[in-house]
Every structure is written in C-alpha cells, then in structure tokens.
C-alpha cells in the first residue's frame, strides 16, 4: 500500500514506538488498532475501537498483544487481525513523532510473571544495537526533535553484548550533543545498572523515573514472582536522588492481586510515601488467560476495584501537593499545541497555542484539573 494509514494506539510506549512504521506499512485508508491485553479493560476498549472503526467504513487491522492472545475475541467484528509477529512485516522498531519521539531501543521479555501476559504475546527479549540507536537519535535530532523517550517492553533487559541500558543512555547523551532532552519509559528497579544511576547526573536526561513496582508487600511480590523487594526500590530512589534531588518518580501497582490481603494492601500506600510517588498507574489486578496468578485463588468481587481505588486516592492527593509546590517556579516544557511537557513528567496547560515542539519557558500560575496551567 502507498501512504499512512490512521493509527490508533493503547496500552504502552512500545505501542506508540511503533505507530510511525504501522502508518507506513499498512497504508491510506486503513485504520490500525495497535492494541493492549494488560487487563480484561484493555482489551475491552480494544473491541470498542475495532467496532467503531469498521462502522466508519474502509479497511481495518487489529494488531497487538490483544489481537495476539485471544484472536477470538475479535471475530465477530469483520475486522482483520494480525498478531505482533506479521504486524509490521520486515520492519521490527519504529518511532513516531508528535512533539517528541518515541523510540523502542528493546522489546519482548525474558522473565515469568505470574499476572503478565506480555511476555506470552511480544516474544523473547531483544534489544537493537548501541551504534543502530545512537544513529537514529542522531537523526531525528536533526530532524527537530528537541526529546527523546526511551522505550521497551522490558527496557532494564537492554543488552548489546556487554553495554546495558546505562552504557546505551551515555552514549546517546555523549555522541547526540544536539539533542535537548532525553527520557526513559517504565524501568525494572532489579534491573537498573550502576552506569544508568550516573547518567541521572547529565541535566538533559530528563529527572524522572518511573519503576514497574506494581505491589508494596515482600509476599505478594514473591507471589507475583518479581525479582525485587520492596527495600529496593526505597534503596534505588534514594540513591538517585542524592545524585538528582529534584527527581520525580511514578510507579505501576497491581490492587488486589490474589490473596492479597488488607495489610498488603497497607504496605502499598505505605510504598507510594516511602518513595514519594507522583506518578502513580494504578491498576485494578484482572486475571489474563494462560497466567499463573489466574489459577490461584482470586479475590472476592468488587475487593480489586475498591483496593484500586484507594491506591488512586492516595496517589492523587500525593500529586497534588507536589503540584502545588511547583506553581510559581520558572520551567521550560515542550508544546505539544495547547499543553507542554514538563522536564518531570506533568503537563502544563498552556496560555496560548504553541507550534508542537517548541520549548516554552513559563512559570505556571495555578493548578487546575490535576495539571498545572500558565
């Protein structure tokens, strides 16, 4: 096919990595629905997407990890489904660019969780060679872009012989003297390597870290077969922090896995202090077909949704308050039109349209809405 065809993403940035090669792969007058299979949500919104599109007419792809584990799901809708393998045919990385780009240097994941499915759809671990992404940051810095995200499925697990992600950041940062800002996607706290810790100390590596923790409780880690405790993480923010204080840090969390109980519950909300959590991605647990934690014991109805909502009650008056801290202070955020992207992370509504990618200096005047706004 000629042209770009209408992408549509969910779930991670591995996903939106990919929308650039999708759109150039599948071509005019096709709707693309790059979807999630995380939680039986996902896949819900997955569905109604599909649906929508094929009401609107013209050809439409339902790939992902969701067109991948349950093909099935998506039969009635006379859509075409392709799993992640065919999805985007000889071309495995892609980038997409809005006002900042988003480029997967890693994909697919090695280790066994037992609430995941990812691992079951995206495939083994495997990571694009240091020189290869070097050069394509160098690119689309010279193209304009003024950021660049970092993503992978797993992208602690970067690995290119013996450079891991830490040697991959420092040579970007080292090599690609012209790109302003560099940022990285969901980390794995057992996973971040000594020289990735150093390179929080290069202003243009953007301060903010976002940790796959998804549970503050030692036992229901074990359960979930993670690799870290809930010490590491305390151990690794305060660590980074003494080399950036200013560090603002997110978090993915599980509520109500199974056999997880009230006390557990507790030792997450006691996470989100211990690490000064702004960012919180807070998930209610939803059992994945062909899962380990789908054949335990599972809550009882409603215990998840309630647990979840606690999480993100708490997450939300963190947030505030650290948002209230900012109001009044100078900082430069990357339009993207009508909002901009803060060094650490939040959004900014903005006074006056911006062309997207222009860095914006301002000082924000209040909070509205969860957002800070000029």
Known sequence: MSGRAQVISHGCRSNLAEAQALARHWGTGCTVINSCAVTAAAVRDARAAARAAAARGGPVVLTGCAATMMPD??????????????????????TTMRS??????????DHACTFCITRLARGPSRSRPV???????????????????????????YADGGQRLGDLVQAILARVPRLARLRLSSLDCAEVDDALVEAFAEPR????????????????????RRRHAPGDAVRLVARLRRIRPDLAVGADFIAGFPTESEAAHRESQLLLEACDIVHAHVFPFSPRPGTAAARMPQQP????????????QAAARRRARWLQTLVGKPVEV??????????????VRLAAPHPRGRIVRLAPRTVVGGELAA
């Open 131 to 157: 020189a290869g992404v070097v050069a394509e940051v160098h690119a689309l810095a010279e193209a304009g872009a003024v950021e660049v995200v970092l993503t992978g499925i797993d992208a602690t697990a």
């Open 73 to 94: 799901r998506f039969a009635d809708l006379g859509v075409t489904v392709v799993p992640n393998a065919r999805k985007l045919g000889g071309e495995a990385w892609g």
């Open 301 to 312: 109805p409603g215990v998840a949704a309630r647990r979840a909502a606690d999480l993100r």
């Open 205 to 224: 590596l953007m301060p903010q870290l976002h940790l796959s923790l998804q549970s503050g409780d030692a036992l229901v880690l074990k359960r979930m």
């Open 100 to 109: 900042r780009a988003f480029l997967a240097v890693q994909d697919g994941c």
């Open 334 to 347: 990357v339009s993207e039109g009508l909002k901009g992207i803060a060094p650490h992370g939040h959004m």
